[in-house]
């Protein structure tokens, strides 16, 4: 059975950082591809970035390059997401996926 548990959602200000987490089970991590998408309030799915973990190639939306960072830890078989300099509108509910399975999502909220 595939699992993914999202942690490190919260409230930030502007300009702040978070970095989310994702613990991943009944794949083979070392060798999956995963992303992080969100979901902003009254708006669809949203992909912000994805790890091919076999060649270690990321991949990122225009709004997410230079901000936020996708990395994973084989050994704890936990994707994350580091997102630095974050604005109102990153405000969302980000889920990690693979394949066809996602998490249940983490609220991040940015407001002053």
């Known amino acids: 059975e595939v699992q993914l548990v999202e942690t490190g959602g919260g409230l930030v200000q502007p300009g702040g950082s978070l970095k989310l987490s994702c613990v991943v089970s009944g794949v083979r991590f070392s060798s999956a591809a995963m992303s992080w998408v969100r979901q902003a309030p009254g708006k669809g799915l949203e992909w912000v970035s994805s790890i091919y973990n076999d060649v270690r190639k990321t991949i990122y939306a225009d709004f997410a390059k230079g901000r936020f960072t996708i990395s994973t830890d084989n050994a704890k078989n936990t994707l994350y997401l580091q997102m630095n300099n974050l604005n109102s509108e990153d405000t969302a509910v980000y889920y990690c996926?693979?394949?066809?399975?996602r998490g249940q999502g983490t609220q991040v909220t940015v407001s002053s």
């Open positions: 996926a693979t394949g066809t399975f």
